[in-house]
Structures are given as structure tokens and as C-alpha cells.
């Protein structure tokens, strides 16, 4: 079997109302999507931060035998791909190709899945542009908890007064029952995440999400220390290597690779063993499309609980609760949240079918 054909789709969804984390206004949703077309009949969708190049792809893909996944993935890493979020685009779709090969969902070419239903919480809670943005959030929670999710987490890192003020509406909201994370995507010094850290921690944080910028290693291990508080963080790194210290560094409890920025399955498997290995939980972070979903639903069913023991630690699927056709109607049949968890799809690779209208729809 070769590789005969690749096409990128660059998606572009606007949004009808803005919001914003700690460090941008975001006012529409972008994907970089791959189609790869074998002789043998078969199509494999991959999605990453960035698409591949023309250039590259002609170079270095056409030909190849497309079950020969982890072989492209260090060739294209050594031609000089420095994108590895472009890379895992083209691995999620050389692993749907090999499920559909096989007649099998990619999970079981990884080992067979831990759990065919997976515990997901509402990531959503950003701030928007409104008149009463509390009271907005505590809305906005509550509709969370009455659909039934275990857990929620909300967008800090607007300012002290602003991060106590709705963490605790937002609790309040919510009742004591879920679990409740927030996530300052990166936006605080050490000692600004430290004093946010104390004033919320009365609200039961389950974790603390990217504090401060994911280098500074060192800077997480110190308010880990200081607040006694589970830290995650790590949505942005690409490549194996790129997680070394941050999870040898004492400084999280809970790692989060992205498969469409850190390297596909092939590289999220080697970040899950050293994760494993330095006793650091995995809980990838999911912000795309339905590829995306597909691929993070397919990678976390395989993931052991942790602690490998009767009473684990739940295995929480992030599910973005924010307005993206390109999540909620990409897929033909869409992967949604019911009773607050998400079904690993059955069908040959990632299980899904793609609506080619919405695709050129949103193609730039
Ligand atoms: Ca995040």
C-alpha cells in the first residue's frame, strides 16, 4: 500500500461572540486539516495546530507505505520538519488509515481501551464582553451541573479580584459535588499564581492549570510547594522531548498534551510512558475539531487509571463547551456529551465521517 495523495484544508469558523482566556481574545477557530489517499482505496483524516507544506509533503510522503507511521514520523522530524504540530496532522491520519486497514478503532491498535465511556468535563467558563460577567459564569455553570458533568473548569488569570470573585460564584453555582479546575493559561508571575493560588483554594480546586509560562520548570515546582494544590499544564509542547523536565520537574501532578500540537499518538505515547514513570497522570487537552475529539477520545481510552488501584482518580475528558461547527458538525455523526461522559467511537480508525460540505465551507 502506498501513499498516492495529500490534501490540507486550512478551517477557519468564526465566532459570533468573542471571549477570552488570560492572553487573547479569540474570534474564530482555526485547524489545520490533512486528507491522506492510498492506492488501496482507503482515506485517513488528520488534524493538526498547522498544516504540512505542499513542498514537504510531495517530498517526503507520496510513496510511502502509510503503516509505517512511526518510521514517517522520524523521518519528516529529521528532513527539518521543525512543526511537529504539523507531523501530528500527518501521524492521526496514518493511524485512521491503519484502523480502516485493519477493520479495527485505533484504540484497539493501541493495546484495546481501558474505558468505552469517558467521564468528561465542561471546559468552557471564559470571560466575555457582557454586563454582569459573574453572573454570566454562574449561569453558564449551572447549566453544566444540571447536564450532568462530573466536573467544570473555568478561565482565570484576569486579575486577582476578578479570579476570586468568579471562582467562588462559579463554586457556588455549582454546588460541592463537582469537581472544579480553573486555568490560567499561563498568564501570572510565580508570586501573583501563589496569592490567587491561597484566596481560591477555600473553593476546593481540584487543579490549577498553567499558572505561569510551562518553561519555567522550576517556578512550578515552587507553587506547587507553596499551595499543596494539584498543577497541570503542558497543552503547548511538541515532541517527547519538549516534556522532560517539565514532568521530571516535581512541578505537576497532571501532564496535558495536546495530540494535534504534541506529535499524534505516536509521540503522546512515549509523553504517557515518561509521565508514567515519574508518577505524573495524564489528562490530554482537547480544542479542535472533531478529528481532534475523535483522536483524544481514541489515545485517552487507552490510558490506565491512575492510581492503578480500585479507587482511581477519574479519567476527565476535556470537552470544549464553546460554539465551533467545526467540533460540533464536522463529524457527520457528531461525538457528543451525554450525561456528562463521551463515547469512544467503535467504527475502523477514528470512527468518524467527515462532512465534506462543512469542509470547504470553511476552507480559507
Ligand atoms: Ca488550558
Redesign the pocket.
Known amino acids: 500500500m502506498k501513499i498516492t495523495e495529500v490534501k490540507t484544508y486550512d478551517l477557519n469558523y468564526p465566532l459570533a461572540e468573542p471571549f477570552a482566556?488570560s492572553r487573547v481574545w479569540c474570534k474564530a477557530r482555526t485547524a489545520g486539516v490533512v486528507e491522506i489517499i492510498t492506492d488501496a482505496g482507503v482515506t485517513g483524516w488528520g488534524e493538526g495546530l498547522t498544516t504540512p507544506n505542499r513542498q514537504e509533503i510531495d517530498a517526503h510522503i507520496i510513496g510511502r507505505d502509510p503503516l509505517d507511521a512511526a518510521v514517517i514520523w522520524n523521518d519528516l522530524y529529521a528532513q527539518g520538519w521543525g512543526d511537529i504540530a504539523a507531523i501530528s496532522a500527518v501521524d492521526i491520519a496514518l493511524w485512521d488509515i491503519a484502523g480502516k486497514v485493519r477493520d479495527m478503532p485505533v484504540y484497539r491498535l493501541l493495546g484495546g481501551a481501558f474505558r468505552h465511556r469517558i467521564p468528561a468535563y465542561a471546559?468552557g467558563l471564559f470571560m466575555r464582553n457582557r454586563p454582569d460577567n459573574t453572573g454570566a459564569l454562574a449561569d453558564e455553570a449551572r447549566a453544566y451541573a444540571d447536564a450532568g458533568f462530573p466536573a467544570v473548569?473555568m478561565k482565570i488569570g484576569h486579575g486577582e479580584d476578578y479570579d476570586v470573585e468568579s471562582v467562588a460564584a462559579v463554586r457556588e453555582a455549582i454546588g460541592d459535588d463537582l469537581l472544579f479546575a480553573v486555568?490560567a493559561?499561563c498568564g501570572y508571575d510565580v508570586g501573583t499564581a501563589i496569592d490567587v493560588g491561597r484566596k481560591i483554594a477555600d473553593s476546593d480546586i481540584y487543579w490549577y492549570?498553567?499558572p505561569i509560562e510551562i518553561e519555567n520548570v522550576s517556578g512550578y515546582a515552587e507553587i506547587r510547594r507553596a499551595l499543596g494544590m494539584r498543577i497541570?499544564?503542558g497543552?503547548m509542547l511538541r515532541g517527547h522531548r519538549a516534556f522532560r523536565n517539565l514532568i521530571q520537574g516535581r512541578g505537576i501532578d497532571i501532564v496535558?498534551p495536546d495530540i494535534s500540537v504534541a506529535g499524534g499518538f505516536t509521540e503522546c505515547r512515549k509523553v504517557q510512558a515518561m509521565a508514567s514513570a515519574n508518577g505524573v497522570r495524564v489528562l490530554p487537552?482537547m480544542?479542535g475539531t472533531s478529528i481532534r475529539l475523535a483522536a483524544t477520545l481514541h489515545w485517552q481510552a487507552t490510558i490506565p487509571d491512575d492510581p492503578e488501584s480500585l479507587h482511581p482518580q477519574p479519567s476527565l475528558f476535556?470537552f470544549d463547551m464553546t460554539e465551533n461547527a467545526l467540533r460540533t458538525e464536522l463529524a457527520l455523526e457528531p461525538l457528543r456529551a451525554v450525561d456528562g461522559e463521551v463515547e469512544v467511537p467503535q467504527g475502523p480508525g477514528l470512527g468518524i465521517e467527515i462532512d465534506r460540505d462543512l469542509l470547504e465551507r470553511y476552507s480559507s
Open positions: 482566556n471546559s473548569k486555568d493559561n492549570e498553567e497541570a499544564g497543552e496535558q487537552h480544542w476535556e
